[in-house]
């Protein structure tokens, strides 16, 4: 099975190009390092959440050379507008009745984006969204504690977990530290102690067990998640759970970059978003602080 895949999507000009990625980026989307060879071009660009969407239309309809759906549609017309670039058939416009708002951007050589938004949290609606962390490790620091014990498996899941890193922007090899230690039921106290220096933003916590013939498999692995779940809330700092807890060698090795995955890479995704998500909370106002102001000003007035 395939480990990972991109989209590609055809600029039919070298303007359309550059304009597309202008565009994407203004919509938010993450672009990395712009790639030059000798007969094309190409820049990835990482969006926050990620899907693929097989679409069969069942009646006629002028296919766009790239479909987007997002959030705050309004907000992108905007933006769009701003950059100069025509937009054509807005079929709801800017009438806020419409829980969907549908346009088309069209750029000068003829490559056509069809862009569907949902008007949430809007009117004092309720927005399902709510706050989430991104997926951006710029400027984040990572710890990885990594069992020694099957290091066959373990070895790729720290493997992927690096490349998870990577692709979210990880600063460079200094934003990552990586501590070994004998087995997974040494995880714990690891973490543990890296999450205390405040050093991190999140611990990503990388072993694998298999399951035996006495009951030793399940006390380790109790143990495990309690001690790291515990770590995290006590020292208030992520972790990332990619421990493997397996049947058989062969479960082991499809979740260690076979047919289900790389659970490295799914830790340190979870660890680069809850990192972003801590960040997120701690920076909006507390109620604690808000009702502090409302006092302050109250008392004010009364003077």
Known sequence: ?????????????MQDFELLTKLLDT???????????????????????AALEVIHRKESHESADLELTISDPDSAVESIKKMGL????????????????HFKVRLPDGTTISVTGFRVGRNGSFDPAGVQGNLTAKGRKFAVVVSRFNSFIVE???????????????????????????GSFEIPSAARTLAETRKYDAIICL?????????????????????IGQ??????I????????????EQAIDRAGLKMGNKGFE?????????????????????????????????????
């Open 1 to 13: 099975m395939i480990e990972w895949i991109h989209l590609g999507v055809q600029a039919r000009s």
């Open 27 to 49: 919509l938010g989307l993450r672009g990395r390092d712009l790639e030059d060879y000798g007969s094309y071009r190409l820049q990835t660009f990482l969006p926050p959440v």
């Open 86 to 101: 025509t937009i054509v058939d807005d079929s709801s416009g800017p009438d806020p009745v419409h829980t969907v708002r």
């Open 156 to 182: 790729r899941l720290l493997s992927g977990a690096l490349d998870a890193l990577n692709r979210c922007g990880m600063d460079g090899k200094d934003s990552v530290t990586i501590a070994r230690v004998p």
């Open 207 to 227: 072993g694998c067990l298999l399951r035996g013939d006495t009951a030793h498999y399940d006390v380790i692995v109790n143990e495990v998640a309690r001690g």
């Open 231 to 236: 770590s995290a809330q006590e020292t208030g």
């Open 238 to 249: 992520p972790h990332a759970f990619g421990v493997l807890t397996c049947d058989t060698l």
């Open 267 to 303: 830790a340190a995704l979870a660890a680069v978003e809850m990192a972003n998500l801590k960040k997120a909370v701690s920076s909006q106002p507390s109620a604690h602080r808000k009702a502090g102001k409302s006092k302050t000003r109250k008392q004010a007035r009364n003077r």
